[in-house]
């Protein structure tokens, strides 16, 4: 027995009415609060990648897509919470060296920058200064030992000293 097949007619109709469909649903659904998007909310499995951050990059084309590529492969290097801030300084690093040579980047060079800029990025990493606890015990030049937090001026001190008292010279004398 064959199956019947539709004509272009009749799948053009189909898909208009099926838009005219959408297209009426539409703002009912954005009122409920429903969420429009054209992605699966599906995440696999250990991503660790929001959606809304993905789907932020599905606009880039050509040469921006490609570094973006590159700069995924080179993001794990770095902790969690600079993966996307390394993403996108590999991806303008590749723009400058686009922008600077005038030609397209091959693509081994592509990773090159990307490693160079991870490398970078830990020894800026390693080079920045410790911070300090306020809590943390520290000595005075007279050898006292206090808390930094003790050394920071405080504007309740201050009225605490009886500035009077220290101006008047039988004080001192």
Do not use: C, F
């Amino acid at each position: 027995m064959r199956q019947a097949t539709k004509t272009d007619e009749e799948i053009t109709r189909e898909l208009k009415a099926y838009a005219r469909k959408v297209a009426n649903e539409l703002p009912e659904r954005l009122l409920k609060g429903e969420k429009i998007s054209h992605k699966s909310s599906y995440r696999k499995r250990g991503s660790g990648t929001p959606d809304y951050i993905e789907q932020s990059y599905d606009h880039l084309d050509g040469e921006w897509h490609d570094w973006l590529e590159v700069a995924k492969r080179y993001e794990h290097r770095v902790p969690n919470q600079d993966r996307y801030d390394i993403r996108h300084t590999i991806m303008l690093e590749l723009n400058r060296a686009r922008q600077r040579d005038g030609k397209p980047i091959p693509l081994l060079r592509a990773y090159r920058i990307a490693s160079l800029t991870v490398a970078l990025y830990w020894r800026r990493l390693k080079r920045q200064p410790t911070i300090l606890s306020l809590d943390q015990p520290t000595t005075d030049y007279e050898g006292n030992e206090n808390r930094l937090l003790d050394t920071v001026a405080d504007d309740k001190a201050i009225q605490a000293i009886d500035i009077d008292s220290r101006l008047d010279a039988s004080q001192w004398l």
